[in-house]
């Protein structure tokens, strides 16, 4: 048994060996040990290439102004172990982690001892739904990887979103629109409403059989809902029953369909019998924001920090940066992990920028600076092998340019820490 925090992150850390392993057997098996948790705590199941974060919190901040105690399950998190769960805007406490931990261990130990061991990322599952349980009014659930075969398909939600559909992670997921579009419409369940942000095609046609196959309606961005980008940060959102005029803090296009998909996951909430005042909803959207999506972080350099992991990620990333900030010298720091789409990322990433800094971080899926600057086309591009270093060299450098620092986000929460524990 446990009797300190540091000792539980030690015992996870050794978990990462088992590394990721797809299937639901084992979280099933866990939760069934505790009783089944994941039925005591309504949830809402997210899943997406990109966007699945930033629609969580803004259904978060609407739900919490409504007078909701909501609990949020999100990975990975920026702020260690105790940044995957949260009850409104607070992280789970050490000591409750550790708590529910010794809950937790026999029966990781029992599945060890059957030569079926769970993963790190089981049991952070299995313990966010032990956490939620008899603690929220509603839960959102952000999948991992995919959503068929993702550690957290093992609940039956009250509604299913999903945010987009492009590719990532296709050593797992695989190559094509369409399959990928099978994995996250894994997360479609009898009963549950199916939201859908902007989907091509061939994604929509397979999650819209899926829906069929479970006889559950699919509510599509851009077809049962409309919404209007206005001048600046403004949008306004329509719907048969409203409309709903915004201005958000959040930078970026894709910003205002994950706020629209938020609204329209919201008035399904509220068919479903949820009460809703969107007049409460409306101000908690305009003022959200998220770590580590386009946040700054320093004003002088300006530095800012983007978590664009994949190649539809980085487009938007792209388009906001020349958006915003067209006229400045602008230069980039980035790492990745090596199982990533490197060239296509590499290539985008090579042209908007005034120069590019590739390092790397420790962490076992981690590219080598060397392997990313080998790839990256760009004419103004040179290696750090020290992240810390570079950084506290950017921090110290003044004047009219930006630094973006971007990539995977296990890179960008330790830049994130970093750069907090410095000012």
Not at 257 to 274: I, S, T
Not at 304 to 320: M, S
Request: aromatic letters at 10%; a negative charge; charged letters at 20%.
């Amino acid at each position: 048994m446990f009797t300190t925090f540091p000792e539980i992150e030690d015992f996870f850390n050794s978990r990462k060996a088992f590394g990721i392993k797809p299937g639901i057997d084992r979280i099933h098996r866990l939760l069934a040990l505790l009783n089944h948790p994941e039925k005591s705590a309504p949830a809402i199941h997210v899943a997406g290439t990109n966007g699945k974060g930033s629609t969580i919190q803004f259904i978060k901040n609407a739900l919490q102004a409504n007078g909701y105690k909501v609990g949020v399950f999100t990975s990975p998190s920026l702020t260690g172990l105790t940044g995957h769960m949260k009850l409104n805007d607070s992280e789970i406490t050490e000591q409750l982690f550790v708590d529910l931990c010794n809950e937790l261990y026999p029966h990781v130990i029992q599945l060890d001892q059957e030569n079926d061991p769970p993963t790190e990322f089981e049991m952070i599952t299995a313990l966010a739904f032990l956490y939620f349980s008899e603690r929220v009014d509603i839960a959102l659930i952000e999948a991992g990887m995919g959503g068929r075969e993702d550690t957290t398909n093992c609940f039956q939600p009250i509604l299913s979103i999903i945010t987009n559909v492009a590719k990532d992670h296709t050593a797992f997921l695989g190559n094509s629109i369409s399959e990928i579009a099978y994995q996250k419409a894994g997360i479609i369940k009898t009963g549950a409403p199916v939201v859908v942000g902007h989907l091509e095609t061939e994604a929509f046609t397979v999650i819209k059989a899926e829906a069929e196959k479970h006889y559950t309606p699919v509510y599509q961005l851009g077809k049962d809902v409309i919404y209007n980008h206005n001048q600046g940060q403004s949008m306004t959102w329509y719907s048969k029953e409203r409309m709903v005029h915004l201005k958000l803090l959040m930078y970026g296009d894709y910003q205002f369909q994950n706020a629209a998909l938020a609204l329209m996951a919201l008035e399904k909430l509220n068919d479903a019998g949820y009460q809703i005042s969107f007049s409460k909803a409306s101000p908690a959207i305009e003022q959200t924001r998220l770590a580590g999506r386009f946040e700054i972080v320093n004003k002088n350099p300006l530095i800012i920090l983007d978590g664009a992991h994949n190649p539809a990620g980085v487009a938007a990333f792209i388009k906001t940066v020349n958006e915003h900030f067209a006229e400045k010298d602008k230069q980039l720091l980035v790492a990745v992990f090596k199982d990533k789409e490197l060239d296509a990322m590499l290539e985008q990433l090579s042209t908007s920028f005034t120069s590019i800094t590739l390092t790397t971080f420790q962490h076992p899926r981690a590219a080598k600076a060397v392997d990313l600057y080998r790839l990256a086309p760009a004419k103004q591009k040179r290696i750090a092998d020290d992240w810390k270093q570079e950084v506290n060299q950017i921090l110290q450098g003044k004047g009219n340019g930006v630094w973006f620092i971007t990539g995977s986000l296990n890179f960008i929460s330790l830049v994130r820490e970093y750069i907090f524990s410095r000012n």
